[in-house]
């Protein structure tokens, strides 16, 4: 019988989104929504296997936006800014139901997720979930690859050698910036492959 492997790769990119020049910006909100409800739940459960000494192994994929949007300090701020609202909201939400036991238990659920979630991201992990990514990697855990610069369909490129060049050296350089070290792979954006790429 052949051996086989089964390789478990999580793609995480996001669009850049930051918009200095006003408060608040309606794309930001999806980079806040995949903190909270994607790259959080991530690290807990990653943090929950090695605690419980359970032996695991993925790769996981950061793209250069993403991994500069989660290193901006003026995007970090708005989510902490973004996350106090959300308790507030939650805890409101606690006091309004009190009196409906299935909503109040929800919204319970609610104001301790969001109040978990800013502990795990401002208090354990200082504002900086790469730190959290990095600690994985230094567990032997979790490898980080990286992506192309700006999530760029490489085969729309060939023809462009510089600009398919530029894309996969930005894209390598801002890992190597953001994490210290350099990727050993690099995801291919929408998986898209040529030969001779």
């Known amino acids: 019988m052949e051996k086989g492997y089964l390789a478990l790769v999580l793609h995480a990119h996001l669009p850049y989104v930051r918009h200095p020049e006003r408060p608040r910006f309606l794309e930001e909100d999806w980079f806040f929504e995949a903190i909270t409800e994607t790259y959080v739940p991530l690290i807990k459960v990653f943090d929950r296997l090695i605690d419980d000494g359970v ?84 567990a032997g855990r979790v490898e980080l690859i990286t992506c192309a610069a700006t999530h760029g369909y490489l085969p729309m490129m060939r023809l462009n050698r510089e600009a398919l060049r530029a894309q996969v050296g930005v894209g390598v350089q801002t890992f190597r910036n953001l994490m210290g070290f350099n990727p050993k792979g690099i995801w291919l954006p929408e998986c898209g492959y040529f030969p001779g790429l």
């Open 55 to 138: 032996p695991f192994r993925i790769t996981i994929s950061l793209s250069p936006p993403l991994m500069s949007m989660l290193n901006d300090p003026l995007l970090i701020e708005r989510y902490g800014r973004h996350l106090d609202n959300l308790i507030t909201l939650a805890e409101r939400e606690v006091e309004r139901t009190r009196w409906v036991p299935a909503f109040h238990e929800l919204a319970l659920m609610y104001l301790s997720l969001f109040r978990e979630v800013r502990y795990i991201v401002f208090e354990k992990y200082g504002a900086c979930l790469l730190r959290a990514f990095k600690k994985f990697f230094d």
